[in-house]
């Protein structure tokens, strides 16, 4: 559905904008969704009311945003904007993604927003946030078959079965990352029960299943040290999520003149202005003691002489 006409009077004002400058800075929140329209409805070539991969490539492009692997990475934004799975970007789905970073923003930068900081800022952790994933599942499938070393040859004759696993369970799991890693978790953990069915018709008609596993009973074994593992990768994560916020945590302060002192300061100030005087005070009372004080003169060893008197007449 294309964006109500208001909105497309904002962007056409908002191109306009851009044009000039590079970067939108200073904005309000509500400024900053009107924005984040404008950018959609330039972004939407077509004027279809959605976006598509290549038309969000461009986007990303425009911005900087770097993308190590561009084809998964774009995979990995595309899927998280798209929450509805349907293939498309609507307007809804994008401008909700950039809500988090308006809200926390906008408290903390006395709600003044840069455009292009908000969108960069947002589409970096949508890239973090997967890459961190992808790197827990396959840290943790390797890991799971390093704890398997001892018994894994008595009870399979090859790895091809774990790759086809690996795609049912995860890569073939769903749109977007965090469907992906919940249906993982729903497959390790009916596979560890003996109770899922992939792994069930997998074992009577593929011939690979056929063929490597010599004991069925393995795979369940197989599937609790992966999930075991997951769980403990994805707590790493969150634990380091979680000590990065608390170090970033500042609180926002307003410039002070140079010639004046904030109210911190001046409490802090307080004692050492009171030891700064009492030291005054003790020097000066020092100063007026010593002064005050009449120095001893040494004695006169000689004799005065007498006085001489004039004799009466």
């Not at 970067?23 to 404008?38: K, Q, W, Y």
């Not at 990995?76 to 923003?105: M, Q, W």
């Not at 952790?125 to 398997?148: G, H, I, P, W, Y």
């Not at 008609?205 to 490597?212: A, G, L, T, V, Y």
Request: aromatic content about 6%; proline content about 5%.
């Amino acid at each position: 559905m294309a964006p109500p006409r208001g909105a497309a009077m904002a962007a056409d004002s908002f191109k306009l904008m851009r044009r000039k400058s590079s970067a939108v800075s200073d904005l309000s929140s509500d400024a900053m969704r009107i924005a984040l329209i404008g950018v959609f409805t330039e972004a939407d070539k077509d004027s279809s009311g959605s976006l598509d991969r290549p038309q969000l490539t461009g986007l990303l492009s425009s911005l900087g945003v770097q993308l190590l692997n561009p084809i998964e990475d774009i995979d990995a934004i595309f899927e998280a904007v798209d929450t509805d799975g349907d293939g498309n970007i609507s307007t809804v789905e994008f401008c909700t993604k950039f809500e988090p970073a308006i809200k926390r923003l906008g408290s903390s930068m006395m709600g003044k927003m840069d455009l292009d900081i908000i969108m960069k800022e947002t589409f970096d952790k949508m890239l973090v946030d997967a890459r961190d994933q992808r790197t827990a599942v396959n840290r943790s499938f390797m890991q799971a078959r390093e704890d398997c070393q001892e018994w894994f040859c008595k009870k399979f004759l090859g790895s091809k079965w774990r790759m086809k696993t690996f795609d049912a369970f995860y890569t073939n799991g769903g749109k977007g990352s965090a469907s992906r890693l919940a249906h993982l978790r729903k497959s390790l953990d009916e596979a560890i029960k003996g109770k899922n069915e992939w792994i069930t018709t997998s074992l009577e008609s593929d011939q690979d299943f056929k063929r490597e596993v010599l004991d069925k009973d393995g795979i369940g074994t197989f599937a609790d040290k992966w999930l075991a593992r997951l769980e403990a990768e994805m707590g790493t994560i969150t634990a380091k999520r979680l000590a990065s916020c608390e170090t970033n945590r500042t609180v926002p302060t307003t410039p002070t003149p140079p010639n004046c002192r904030s109210t911190t300061e001046t409490r802090n100030t307080k004692p050492e202005r009171r030891n700064r005087k009492d030291e005054r005070r003790k020097t000066k009372h020092k100063t007026r003691n010593a002064s005050s004080r009449v120095r001893p003169t040494a004695r006169c060893l000689t004799t005065p002489e007498p006085e001489t008197r004039n004799p009466k007449p």
